[in-house]
């Protein structure tokens, strides 16, 4: 379980069945765990995550009811990682409806405080493999073909930059604002996203990255990440304003 193991901290949930369920599934739908990734055991997972074997049974049990995990028996079997084609869209449509303006706006000025300070830092620190990580997610994401391909590449690339700050709670930071905002920045068609412009702007922070011009690198990623709260600002009001005239 690679990928969940540097980015959650067995502190960051509370030793409830559904922060398990919610950590998880982010993970599957930010593409953290592979289709058909098979999970450590219900004890080692238990271990990981800082609960009770009787509370991560719970939420495996959650997980499979909702089709993220399936489970085989035998010899070979164990907990398997089943990830749908693209996130659900409905819950990302009623958050979004949810948060107020403010709300968007401090999520936001979070989200630049993070990715800013990741961006100088990977650029200070971020090894060879690191960059061409990042330039190779951002090509993913300009070929990307569904919404979940869009999400998982651009959280991918956002996330693959904390990690090149080596900075592990920047990472962790850059995890958690990925599941609030990736999926309601691609899934909604409300958002409006170029696709060109958003590829143009992560090249852009990736060859910062790549020249070890961390100020440059700031700037873009915080540049970047505003232009998010600008498409977020007018999905929320243009999903409102659907919802006064309904």
Not at 201 to 220: S, Y
Request: hydrophobic letters at 45%; a negative charge; one cysteine or more.
């Amino acid at each position: 379980m690679s990928g969940l193991t540097p980015l959650i901290s067995p502190s960051a949930v509370g030793g409830r069945a559904d922060e398990v369920v919610q950590r998880i599934s982010e993970a599957i739908h930010l593409g953290l765990l592979g289709d058909g990734e098979r999970l450590p055991s219900e004890v080692e997972l238990a271990a990981q995550f800082g609960v009770a074997p009787m509370t991560m049974r719970d939420a495996l049990a959650a997980l499979r009811a909702e089709g993220l995990v399936e489970t085989k028996r035998g010899r070979s079997g164990g907990s398997f990682v089943r990830r749908p084609s693209s996130p659900p869209v409905g819950p990302v449509r009623q958050r979004l409806v949810a948060m107020t303006i403010s709300g968007l706006r401090d999520l936001v000025d979070e989200h630049q405080g993070v990715a800013g300070q990741a961006a100088r830092l990977a650029a200070e620190r971020a090894s060879a493999s690191n960059a061409r990580r990042l330039f190779a997610l951002t090509e993913q994401l300009g070929s990307a073909m569904t919404p979940g391909d869009r999400v998982r590449a651009d959280c991918r690339f956002h996330i693959e930059v904390a990690v090149a700050s080596q900075s592990s709670r920047l990472t962790r930071r850059e995890v958690g604002l990925q599941a609030e905002v990736s999926g309601m920045l691609w899934l909604l068609p409300e958002a409006g996203v170029d696709v060109t412009a958003h590829v143009e702007e992560h090249h852009a922070i990736a060859a910062a990255v790549l020249a070890e011009d961390g100020a440059e690198a700031r700037r873009l990623a915080e540049q970047h990440v505003a232009g998010v709260l600008r498409l977020l600002t007018a999905a929320h009001l243009r999903l409102i304003d659907e919802g006064t005239e309904a």
